[in-house]
């Protein structure tokens, strides 16, 4: 019966026009949400399931520049490579598409992802979309345990 209530619940949030919640933008059948809070990127992935979805995955350069031009920030995306350093995994535990990347490149050969360490150990293994003060069109990695926005991806319910 809960279950029955919170689903209710949610179908009454629904933008019945796009198929998705309130506060979340329709594109290609799918739903996007952005953040207005800042959390780590463990703590992002957790809240975007709370929410009905996941960490955005990048699938294609189209939905690259859909997700890209909602944002002015860094934001958190569905990528890491927390298990096996410069092994890149979604959220679904799909590795990147060689493809359908879109990481930062440097004249200087110093590209993204570059694992960093210079104020961490362990290096940079979360990526986002972006420099912090900088351009948000492409793929950085960053230390986990940075606060940053993120955006979150649902299918659509129509």
Not at 4 to 9: D, G, I, P, V
Not at 61 to 79: M, R
């Amino acid at each position: 019966r809960n279950q029955h209530k919170t689903t209710l619940e949610k179908l009454s949030r629904l933008n019945h026009s796009t198929g998705c919640a309130i506060h979340w933008i329709h594109s290609g059948g799918k739903c996007y949400y952005y953040s207005t809070v800042k959390m780590n990127w463990t703590q992002s992935r957790d809240h975007c399931v709370t929410l009905g979805g996941h960490l955005v995955i990048i699938n294609s350069k189209a939905e690259q520049d859909f997700v890209t031009s909602n944002v002015e920030e860094t934001h958190w995306i569905g990528l890491n490579d927390v298990d096996t350093e410069g092994h890149w995994v979604w959220v679904n535990n799909q590795p990147v598409n060689n493809s359908v990347e879109f990481w930062m490149k440097r004249e200087n050969e110093t590209s993204e992802p570059d694992n960093w360490t210079k104020f961490h150990p362990d290096g940079e293994d979360c990526a986002g979309l972006g420099h912090p003060g900088a351009e948000t069109d492409f793929w950085m990695d960053a230390y986990c345990f940075e606060e940053k926005r993120f955006v979150c991806e649902a299918a659509a319910a129509v």
